[in-house]
């Protein structure tokens, strides 16, 4: 262990070496899209991206879902190029696709290599603005999107707490909402409310291309500007905020699910990242680091060691761009209440604000963390992700290169601070999962 923690050390001082700043440019077009070029020369391939800012947080009850069901709608073709030919050319490149919905931003990607990045970027801007919207895709699509929600949240207990527990403490608004979308939501979408998402919010001012790998920087531009320069805006606005009131509640929950072992659940609600100070953002995230972030942990040593629980876990958002939650649990031993392990979880943090840290463990857990940064940027795709992300919450990509200062500068006073600040002294929702 001691090795492993030196080697973490030593090779977190490298990473101040890789700073994003080196290699990326950024500049805008005319009609407001934004662009991001990531250089990595390690390989021939190149990742093009766009990142629309919108996501399931920017709906409301009565269309949640309309953000991945028009997603999904966006391979199906435009005036110009027939449905899934855009795909077909991909695949016979060699090259994979894919896109994605998250809270707050909408995503698609090709993986190619680079003498066919100028093709990705021509069907990318076609499809931006001359997309083919119809009652038939429609109705195909949505069955699409509804298979998908049972099979991976009503079919999974796991997935149905959460999403329980989301609209239990934040309501049907922002953070709160399903990504999927509900049942009857997606049943009662029409396609002219599809036309007015894809108005509002695909255009060039609500976009980002993001692009890593290894590129020529000028024809990479003259493309951007060929495809997208003279894609105009168009003028929507309308407002679907719900005028119902949200109910939220941080009552107990007790849930029964189809699952061979009880489950806790504490959740605390953590403010936005820019609502936060440096301080206390970096503080969270090397405290909760501290309480479960390796095998050397204080819930492993202190819970699972000592024959509380089977496993434990904690999740969370650092860079979250609305209000969010900070979930910690596990599943206790047979022989162990939940109750037993609900007081053992919060004993962690009372211990850790009374008592402070232990020696040396301020300085792994930062050289863990800091190690993490490493070696996933070794990646164009999760370069591509990390940036992409914070871009659409309307955070900088210098975020990335200011995370091992950040880390680096949180102080055993600040972690203890943050412990009584977000998680004794906070309010907790608990939810108990027994058996069905």
């Given amino acids: 262990m001691t090795c492993s923690f030196n080697l973490a050390a030593e090779e977190s001082d490298k990473i101040s070496k890789i700073n994003f700043s080196d290699r990326i440019e950024e500049f805008s077009l005319d009609n407001g899209l934004d662009v991001i070029l990531i250089e990595d020369n390690r390989s021939d391939n190149v990742v093009s991206s766009i990142w629309y800012r919108v996501g399931s947080s920017y709906e409301n009850e009565g269309i949640t879902g309309i953000s991945h069901l028009l997603e999904h709608m966006m391979f199906k073709g435009t005036e110009k190029f027939s449905a899934g030919e855009f795909s077909s050319a991909v695949k016979k490149i060699g090259g994979t696709e894919n896109a994605f919905t998250g809270r707050d931003f909408t995503g698609y990607y090709q993986k190619v290599s680079k003498e066919f990045l100028s093709m990705c970027l021509e069907y990318e801007a076609d499809r931006m603005i001359n997309l083919n919207l119809t009652n038939d895709d429609l109705i195909s699509e949505r069955e699409v999107v509804k298979e998908e929600r049972r099979l991976r949240t009503e079919d999974q207990p796991i997935s149905i707490i959460f999403e329980k527990i989301g609209l239990h403490i934040l309501g049907m608004t922002d953070y709160g909402i399903p990504i999927i979308g509900t049942m009857d939501d997606l049943n009662n979408i029409t396609l002219s409310d599809l036309e007015d998402w894809y108005k509002k919010y695909y255009k060039p001012s609500n976009a980002t291309i993001i692009i890593s790998g290894n590129f020529e920087t000028e024809a990479v531009k003259n493309d951007i500007n060929l495809y997208f320069g003279s894609i105009q805006n168009p003028e929507m606005e309308f407002d679907r905020v719900s005028s119902k009131i949200i109910k939220t509640s941080f009552d107990q929950m007790l849930l029964r699910e189809k699952l061979p072992n009880p489950i806790l659940i504490l959740s605390f609600v953590k403010p936005k990242f820019a609502d936060l100070s440096t301080k206390d953002a970096y503080a969270l ?139 004794i002294n906070n309010k907790v929702q608990i939810s108990l999962v027994e058996p069905e």
Avoid: C, H
């Fill in 285 to 423: 995230e090397l405290l909760l680091e501290i309480m479960d972030g390796s095998f050397s942990s204080r819930f492993t040593s202190n819970i699972i060691d000592k024959k509380i629980a089977i496993n434990t876990f904690i999740s969370y958002d650092l860079f979250s761009r609305k209000k969010s939650i900070i979930s910690i649990g596990g599943v206790p031993r047979r022989d162990v209440t939940l109750e037993v392990l609900k007081q053992s979880i919060i004993d962690e943090f009372i211990i850790l604000y009374n008592e402070g840290l232990q020696d040396k463990e301020l300085r792994n857990t930062k050289a863990r963390l800091i190690a993490s940064n490493i070696y996933k940027f070794d990646s164009i795709f999760t370069q591509t992700m990390s940036v992409g992300q914070l871009e659409s919450k309307n955070l900088s990509w210098n975020l990335l290169d200011e995370y091992v200062n950040n880390v680096n500068s949180v102080t055993e006073q600040d972690i203890r601070e943050v412990a009584q600040k977000y998680i």
